[in-house]
Structures are given as C-alpha cells and as structure tokens.
C-alpha cells in the first residue's frame, strides 16, 4: 500500500466516533456546499463535496435519501482523523 492511499474506519467504529454530519456552506468557496462530519464531541473530523457524494449517491428525495448520504459517508470516513 502506498504511502498516500487513504484507509479507511471500519463502518461500525464511523458509526460509534461520528456525531453528526451536516450541509453547510463552504467558508472558503462561496457558492459551494459540503457535507461537514462532526464527531460525539461537536469535534469537526472532515468534510465532503457535496455535489461529488449526491453524484456518487443518487439518493433522491425524503428519509431514505438521508440514511444513503450517512451510509456512502460512513463508509468512507478517513483512518486519519483518530488522530485529530
């Protein structure tokens, strides 16, 4: 594995460190959204381009739509931020 490939958390231990994901306004590019993951502590962990996960997910509308967006973003949340 190389040096720059990014690992990821196990879904369970996503799923136990993450408190909250929320869209919001990107603070450095206006006219720009992500998805911000904040941990049980209110600790921002990382983000994601909005745009490139609703690409990626095609969640549609309502309830459903959400638990897709938390279950793509939950699989992918990066080992690194253990050491946040």
């Known amino acids: 594995m190389s040096e720059d490939e990014i690992r990821f958390l196990p879904y369970e231990e996503a ?3 993450v408190g ?3 869209e919001e ?3 450095d590019q206006q006219d720009h959204r992500i998805f911000t993951v904040y941990s049980k502590e209110d600790k921002e962990l990382c983000w994601f381009d909005y745009e490139d996960v609703l690409n990626d997910v095609k969640p549609g509308r309502g309830e459903d739509a959400k638990e897709m967006v938390t279950d793509y973003i939950l ?3 990066p080992d690194w931020v ?3």
């Open 15 to 17: 799923a136990q460190l």
């Open 82 to 84: 253990l050491d946040l």
């Open 75 to 77: 699989h992918r949340i």
């Open 20 to 22: 909250a994901i929320q």
């Open 25 to 27: 306004e990107d603070i």
